[in-house]
């Protein structure tokens, strides 16, 4: 399985029996550039596996409507959407989700939970793997909460971790948020997921520019959690190893 990080929250993931993207915002070029965004999307058209686009919701770093018109290119193209996101006349292949929903589409199994901003995260199994992707799941754990409002956002992310959890399920991959902007709360989110759901590989995303932080994530939780591993992300369109 290849794993390409495009930009923010935004992976593709190559598994044998077809391609997955999550979250698709726009794509940056960068000197470190491991792969050509638009290449690698023209050899996914080419390609006889199917592609399954998915959107968590509709923020704008999360969703481009620009994913709409892949399926004048894709014939073998489905969409897997959030419930929040509109669309007009949707195609038969449009698939829109709302928390707690349970999907199959061809050889996917496909499972939403909740979220503590808008839209969904969901869990996706795909060729005796289970990824999972958190949308905006995090536990957003701003400075300048009320204590009201840092108990309620405590107790909705907490409660979202363990309804994942119940599913007993053991998730391979999971894309996460660690966003700078929570400042010295960067971590928690991340680490309350690892140590309650205990992923085989974590990897960081929200990263917008900050792509330090994750380094930082990893130096700070690898060693308190070795049964996961924690990637970190350096540049935009990088080839992750797992």
Known sequence: MKIFFIYHSCFIIEAKSSFLLFDYFKNKKDKNSDFDFNVLMSNIFESEKPLYVFSSHNH???FNKEILKW????KNIYYILSSDIKIKNPEINYH???TNEEIHINNLKI??????DEGISFTVEVDHRRIFHAGDLNWWKWSEDTLSEEKAMEEAFKNIV????????V???AFFPVDYRLEENY???GEYFIHKIKPRTFIPMHLWDEFSISHKFKMSQQEKFPSTKILEISHPNELLEI
């Open 187 to 189: 971590h928690c989110g």
């Open 60 to 62: 704008h770093d999360h």
């Open 171 to 173: 998730i391979s991959v």
């Open 162 to 169: 363990d309804d994942i959890k119940g599913k007993r399920n």
């Open 111 to 116: 499972l939403s939970y909740g979220s503590t």
């Open 71 to 74: 399926h004048e290119i894709k």
């Open 96 to 98: 829109f989700m709302k």
